[in-house]
Each structure stands twice: as C-alpha cells, then as structure tokens.
C-alpha cells in the first residue's frame, strides 16, 4: 500500500487537513506541541488504497526535540510527501519545504489558510511558486474542505526531481527571500478588532485582568456544564441502575464479598456516597461524580486552544511558573487537574524536561485539588463555615507556590525557557471542538478507568483486612503529638491515606474544634492524590521519581500541619 | 548600535543584527521560527518581573523567555 506523509511547521492546520483526507477522528489543535505522537488513517484517493501518516509539526529536519525526531521518522516512511504551509506565513514555512525538496521525495505542496491569508491582504501567486519549486501547488482551506478534492486529483502529479541541488543553510535563506519577494505581495490592512485584542490580551497590564476574567468564565462554565450532567444525565443513569445494585447485595447476603462490592447498606438502601463498595461507591465517584466536570474541563481545555488564547495565558502565566521550575505551559496541567488529577498527570507529558515534568506532577498531587477533594473541603468544612473553607485553600496555593520555589532549587536538570507562537484568533468549529472534547474523554477513559477500579480494589482489599488500622496505630501517637488533634482524628487522617471519602465520614461525627478541623482537612488534602493519580505518575515519572515525589508530598504535608497546628490550635 | 532585545521598551521596532548564543541548532530554532538577520521586528509587551517578551515579526506574534531574548542582538530602527 502507498504511504503518504503529511510534513508542515506545528499549529498550521495540517491535522485539518489530515482529517480531511481520511475522513478519521483525529485532534486538531492550536496549541503548539499538543500532538507529539503521529497519527496514522487510511483512505482511498482516485481508486487506490492508500496509507496517510500525519507527522509530528516540525520547523526544520535537523530535530531539536522528540517530536521533530519523529516527524524525521515518520518521513522516512512516505512514498509521497504532501507539504502543508501556512499561507499567512510563506516566508518562515519555506524552509522546511527546501529541506524536504531535497529529500528527492515526490512532494505536493498545500496551500492551507488560504482565507486567513486572504484577510490579511497577503497574495501569493501559486503558479508562479509552482516555477520556482518546480512541484504541485494547492491552495486550501481545510477547515471548510474548500482545494481538497483538487489537492487529491492532483497527487498523481507529484513527481521525483532528482537534479535538485544541495543548499547550505544561508543559502536557502536567500533562496526563500528570493522567492517569496516574488510570488507574494502584502497589501497593508487596517488592524482589525481581532488583531487589537490580540495585542490586549497579551500585554501585562491589560492581559492580566483579561486572563482573570476568561478563567472565571471558565470555571463558571465547567461548573454549570458539570452540574447539568450530573443532574440531567448521570443521577438519572445511576437510578436506573439501582435495582440491579440492589438485587446484587441480596444475591450475595452478608460477608466479607459484600462489603468488598457493594460495600455498607444505610437505611436499607445503597449510598452511592457512603457504601464504598467496587460496584456503588467504586464506579459512583468517578462516573458519576468526577467524569461529568472531567468533560467540562475538556470542553473548556477545547476552546481555549482552539480560539487560540491558550499560548497567551500561558505567555501571561509564565512569569510565576518559570519561577517553580517550569513555564507557561504548565497551566494545562493545573486546570486539568482541578478537576481530576488524573488527567492533569497525563497532561504533564506536554513539558520537555524530566524537572519540569517532575514538579508538574508533584505539586498537582500536593496542592490541586480536584473536584473529589474540594467537595470533601467544603462538606467537612462548610459548616463551621466558609472562611474556614477559605484557609484550607489559600493554604493550598501557597504550598503551591512555596514547595514550587523549593523544588526549582532542589531539583536537578534543566527547564527551559518559553517559546512559542502565538497564532492569531480564531473562531472555534463546533464540531471540531465535540469532536476533540469526545476524543479526549474516551482517552481518559481507557487510561484512568482500569486504574481506578483496580486502585479502589486494592485499597478495599488493605481496608478490608485491617492493615491501614494497623499502620494508622503505629503512627498515631506521633501525629498525635505533632499535629495536637485527638487520636480517633488522627486515626482518621491515616486510614484517610488513600481514601478521603473514607476520612470525611470518620472525621465528621468526632465535633472537633474548627481550628483542629483545618489542620486535619488541609494535612488530608496535602498529602498523596488518589491511587489511579499514583499509576499515572509511574506511567509518566517511573517508579524512582513516583517514589520521590510521594517522599516530598509526605513531608511537606506534615511540615505545613505542624506549622497550621501552632498558628490555629491553642 | 547594537543592544540585546530585552534592552527595548515595548512598542519599539528594530532591526536582527545577529543571533547570540550557544550551537547552531538553538540559531536554527530561532531562525526557523522567524526570527533572523536582517528581519524587522516590533516588541509588543515586555512582561515585569524578568518575565518574557513578546515580539511581532510580519504580522505573527512570538512570545520568548527573557534568556532567550538575551541572544537576539538588535538596532533600534526610528
């Protein structure tokens, strides 16, 4: 089967274009270094079956990181090489195309954003860069489809040129500045609404209280989109399926398999909540309590890369996260994991450098909570009321920013310095945003799912069989002491090791003091995310670092409760 | 003149003289996204607190780590 090779800079359209020609599911996205692995489709074009590879965007074939060492892979494969260039931006997407004409590969070259370039008053002559390349040249806006079925009849045109002279680097600079003086004429345009907010959205003084408003604005929108779920789709889901929950703990009567699967049984019915067993609780708390804001965050994730302000929050925050010994991409991992840290621990995979991925991942488990840990803050809190809930996380940003500052120093290896573009605005598609948005929930899915349910299996086993009581006594008259919260508290936190719920449910009927209960909610917080986090970070840190970080999280966990108990408890 | 980028204040335009720095693989990176000697550029926004900067070269906007910018050497053009 013939293969072909989609080879272009990252953030042009070229997986629109992808899609376009297989017809599959694939992600499209604004933001640069989203797609690192390739994506693979299969169609067929004038009669023939054909293999379609979207590589990795690259700026040249001399790699400078892992994605661009794939695409040069991925190019090794194709039999034919369709080369999509940004229109708006022809000068700087030459470069590539020199470098692969002399690949001495048949080559067809894309055109794309053929309309963007049109509105901004650029116009290129493709006939006359067909001369100069000497290869088809199709102008197409992939978005819409418009140039694809010419860009498919025209394949077969694509032929080898071998008397292709070698270029040194300089010389190809010249080379493009030659051609591009010649097919391309700029007609100066008036800056359009767009392009002022661009630049107001980007600057300091301006950008900042924007930024603050969009991230209210989304957050407002995650909460509504998570609680219409909730109460439109998933409760109603989930009394469906109480019957058969039901019928279930009757077939099995009392035992230990019972408590193992449906867990408690209050007031003579199952608590999705508080029976806590594999098949209520177990498939409650994801399902139908976490994966509803889980799509929210995604969809909200979807629209800011798509319209393009992503690569602009992450210029306004790079400030702070280049200080904690990351940069401004690492704000995708936090929001991410806002509402579950599962998906922002996958999400760290985006940052180059082991350091930068490690503090990524260790201070999401330390200090961002996710939708799970915040219920639990408020509902153990919020009846001694919401300033209380206030402390615990202002605590927790602080301890974000602080174990960030520690970390950049302590932590060895290299976090480099943002650079990226900013591609201009754009107006989302709504399919391609559901569609992404699909995509990427059926990701997390497959990933997290088996995690969690083997995770909530695990820990059922250890509670079942009384070895997380047995460590919470041996550790109790310690944290007893550091911590001044009585022992049936303490208890609590230690059973609480992986299970929150579990620690609420004890914590709640002691009647602690608020400032005790602070302490207790903000060390449960802190310390160790959910076990499906924990198999995440081994998937993404390995065993060593996982270690590592879960050392940093227990420490820092106990410090922060030692210096809360002397501020708040007398 | 010649003077590192981060030495503008935002709204100035100039002129790439040379790209600092080390190998030629981080000239190239700079290069390939735009910019390299001889192109004209505007700074947009300097963010305090030796945050980064945000250049405009041809209509497309880049944002660069205050050490990146280091490298790019300049001439204020009136």
């Not at chain 1, 199709?138 to 694809?148: P, Q, R």
């Not at chain 1, 039901?246 to 193992?260: F, N, Q, R, V």
């Not at chain 1, 939708?371 to 001694?384: D, P």
């Not at chain 1, 917080?525 to 995440?536: G, K």
């Amino acid at each position: 089967m013939k293969r072909i090779v989609l080879m272009g800079n990252p953030n042009i359209g070229k997986s629109v274009v992808f899609s376009r020609l297989t017809g599959a599911e694939v992600i499209t996205s604004n933001y640069p270094g989203t797609t690192v692995d390739f994506t693979r489709g299969r169609a067929r074009l004038q009669g023939e079956q054909v293999e379609i590879i979207d590589a990795p965007g690259t700026y040249s074939l001399q790699p400078t990181n892992r994605a661009e060492e794939v695409a040069l892979e991925v190019l090794g494969w194709g039999e034919l090489v369709i080369n999509v260039v940004d229109a708006t931006n022809l000068e700087r997407n030459l470069f590539l195309t020199m470098e692969l004409l002399e690949k001495k590969k048949p080559l067809i070259m894309v055109l794309n954003m053929w309309d963007e370039a049109d509105r901004s008053g650029i116009a290129i002559d493709v006939k006359r860069l067909e001369e100069h390349l000497r290869v088809p040249v199709v102008a197409t806006v992939a978005l819409t489809g418009e140039g694809i079925a010419e860009l498919v009849s025209r394949l077969g045109e694509a032929q080898p040129l071998l008397e292709r002279e070698t270029l040194s680097e300089e010389k190809k600079w010249v080379e493009i500045g030659r051609i591009t003086r010649d097919v391309q004429k700029v007609t100066h345009k008036h800056p359009t609404l767009w392009s002022s907010l661009s630049e107001a959205t980007i600057k300091p003084f301006t950008g900042t209280p924007i930024a603050l408003m969009v991230i209210f604005a989304t957050f407002w929108t995650v909460r509504l989109i998570g609680e219409g779920l909730i109460a439109y789709l998933f409760e109603p889901l989930f009394e469906l399926y109480r019957p058969l929950a039901m019928k279930i703990s009757a077939e099995l009567g009392p035992g230990m398999l019972h408590d193992l699967l449906i867990g408690r049984i209050i007031d003579g019915n199952i608590d999705y909540v508080q029976s806590m067993g594999l098949l209520t609780t177990g498939i409650y708390v994801p399902l139908g309590m976490v994966l509803p804001y889980i799509v929210g965050f995604y969809l909200a994730l979807a629209l800011l890369e798509d319209s393009g302000y992503l690569p602009r929050l992450a210029t306004l925050s790079d400030n702070l996260f280049h200080r904690l010994g990351m940069h401004g991409h690492a704000i995708v991992p936090l929001f991410l994991g806002l509402g579950c840290n599962v998906p922002g621990a996958l999400s760290t995979r985006n940052l180059e450098t082991r350091k930068q991925r490690f503090i990524a991942a260790t201070l999401l488990g330390l200090a961002v909570p996710c939708t799970a840990k915040s219920a639990m803050i408020f509902g153990v809190l919020g009846s001694y009321g919401q300033g209380y809930v206030f402390l615990v996380f202002a605590a927790l940003a602080m301890v974000y920013v602080a174990a960030g500052l520690v970390l950049n120093k302590a932590v060895r290896g290299e976090s480099p310095e943002i650079f990226l573009e900013i591609p201009p605005y754009r107006r989302p598609g709504v399919m391609v945003i559901l569609k992404k948005t699909w995509m990427r929930v059926r990701w997390f899915l497959a990933e997290a799912i088996p995690f969690l349910f083997l995770g909530v299996l695990l820990v059922n086993v250890l509670y079942t069989v009384g070895f997380m009581e047995w460590i919470a006594r041996i550790f109790s008259p310690f944290m007893e002491w550091w911590l001044a919260i009585p022992g049936e508290a303490v208890v609590a936190l230690l059973v609480g090791f992986f299970r929150k719920d579990l620690a609420v449910g004890m914590l709640l009927p002691l009647g602690l003091e608020a400032g005790q209960m602070v302490v207790a909610t903000t060390v449960l917080s802190l310390y160790f995310p959910c076990v499906a986090t924990f198999a995440v970070m081994v998937k993404e840190l390995g065993v060593m670092d996982t270690l590592r970080s879960a050392a940093v999280m227990a420490m820092t966990a106990l410090m922060v409760g030692g210096a809360m108990r002397w501020a708040l408890i007398r | 003149m010649q003077e590192p980028i981060t030495s503008l204040r935002a709204g100035t335009s100039a002129q790439v003289i040379a790209l600092l720095g080390p190998g030629s693989s981080f000239q190239r990176k700079l290069r390939t996204m735009g910019i390299r000697e001889g192109v004209r550029l505007k700074v947009v926004a300097v963010h305090p607190f030796a945050g980064p900067l945000v250049v405009e070269i041809s209509g497309r906007q880049i944002t660069l780590g205050r050490g990146i910018a280091r490298k790019i050497m300049v001439r204020v053009e009136d």
